[in-house]
């Protein structure tokens, strides 16, 4: 049943996925990097942030977390 589930995935439709949320992790990441005081809250938490909640936490980053 399992060997059914990963035929059944279009690969087409997943890799775009994945390559837009490495694109939003370096950005953020370099962001983050680059924003050493100009960042809401702790700085080493909104990295947490970043890296755990893959693809929603960079989003969050760029909504909540910067101050420009």
């Keep these: ?10 690969l087409g439709l997943i890799l775009p996925i ?3 949320q ?6 953020a990441v370099f962001d983050w990097i ?3 005081e100009n960042v ?5 938490v909104w990295l ?5 909640l893959t693809m929603i936490g960079p989003i ?7 101050r420009k």
Excluded at 48 to 52: A, G, K, P, Q
Excluded at 60 to 66: D, P, S, T, V, W
Aim: net charge positive.
């Design 1 to 10: 049943m399992n060997e059914f589930a990963m035929e059944s995935i279009n």
């Design 18 to 20: 994945f390559f837009i």
């Design 22 to 27: 490495g694109i939003l992790i370096v950005v």
């Design 34 to 36: 680059k924003q050493e």
């Design 40 to 44: 809401r809250g702790n700085r080493w």
């Design 48 to 52: 947490v942030i970043i890296l755990v």
């Design 60 to 66: 969050l980053y760029f909504i909540f977390g910067r």
